[in-house]
């Protein structure tokens, strides 16, 4: 947390924050033209941003672009300022999306865990209802499998999707068509990919959320931050966030 706090420290980092905010997936080039000062200055803030886990880097071709990683915001939130106002700051502290040409969103969080329990926390469905807004997942989890999403106190399924790709404990990617109200059915179908990678005795989870129409619905992805700190608390801790969307369906 002290890196997440060193980086929000400075304005020009916080500028860079709120230009990936406006506009996510930006490559170097594109961040620097709303800055004076050089190019070395930039790559600078964004390692600084990127140690933090403020900001992930994908490459896409030649090119590397940047996303803002909204989980350790979350992580904030959840451990100092849920405590006293979770009903207000839930409310204010969501990362609303006004970005009319993303198609991709990017989160990434460190879990001291192993592949093989973060794997099972993931495609279990009694241990996702724990931190995944009540909702559990069913699925043979094999490809071309079908996978749905409920819960026991929902009125109906909350959704439903397809397993595209499985490398347990490694990587799955699956689509995803949200039920649970008629403003995400009429958004169609999207793709989700859970990426784990072992880091000494922790794994780096990095979940894209992509193939979103622009301008898509903000309740399709602006839940995963408290998703990720629900399930890293959970398996770190053994305990259950209590903010509200956890206790949605639960």
């Known amino acids: 947390m002290d890196l997440v706090f060193r980086a929000l420290a400075d304005p020009t980092r916080r500028d860079l924050l709120d230009e990936l905010f406006r506009r996510d997936g930006q490559t170097l080039t594109e961040l620097e033209r709303h800055f004076e000062m050089t190019r070395f200055g930039v790559m600078k803030h964004l390692r600084l941003l990127e140690e933090a886990g403020l900001v992930v880097v994908r490459r896409r071709g030649r090119e590397k672009l940047h996303f803002l990683n909204p989980v350790p915001i979350r992580l904030v939130h959840d451990r100092w300022v849920s405590k006293y106002a979770a009903p207000v700051a ?8 006004e970005l009319e040409h993303t198609v991709e969103k990017v989160f990434e969080i460190y879990i001291r865990t192993t592949p093989e329990r973060l794997w099972e926390a993931i495609t279990d469905p009694e241990i996702r209802r724990k931190y995944n807004f009540g909702a ?39 689509t995803l068509r949200a039920l649970w109200d008629d403003d995400v059915i009429a958004e169609g179908t999207s793709r989700v990919t859970w990426e784990i990678e072992r880091v000494e005795d922790s794994c780096r989870l990095t979940v894209v959320h992509d193939q979103l ?24 801790t053994g305990q259950l966030l209590t903010t509200p969307g956890s206790l949605m369906h639960g």
């Open 90 to 97: 839930a409310a204010l502290s969501n990362l609303k999306s």
């Open 136 to 174: 559990g997942v069913v699925s043979s989890w094999t490809v071309g499998s079908r996978m749905e999403m409920s819960a026991p106190k929902a009125p109906g399924p909350l959704g439903e999707g397809e397993i595209l790709e499985i490398d347990p404990p490694r990587r799955l990617v699956h």
């Open 213 to 236: 129409r622009d301008g898509a619905n903000e309740q399709l992805y602006g839940g995963w931050p408290m998703i990720l700190s629900g399930l890293k608390t959970w398996l770190e």
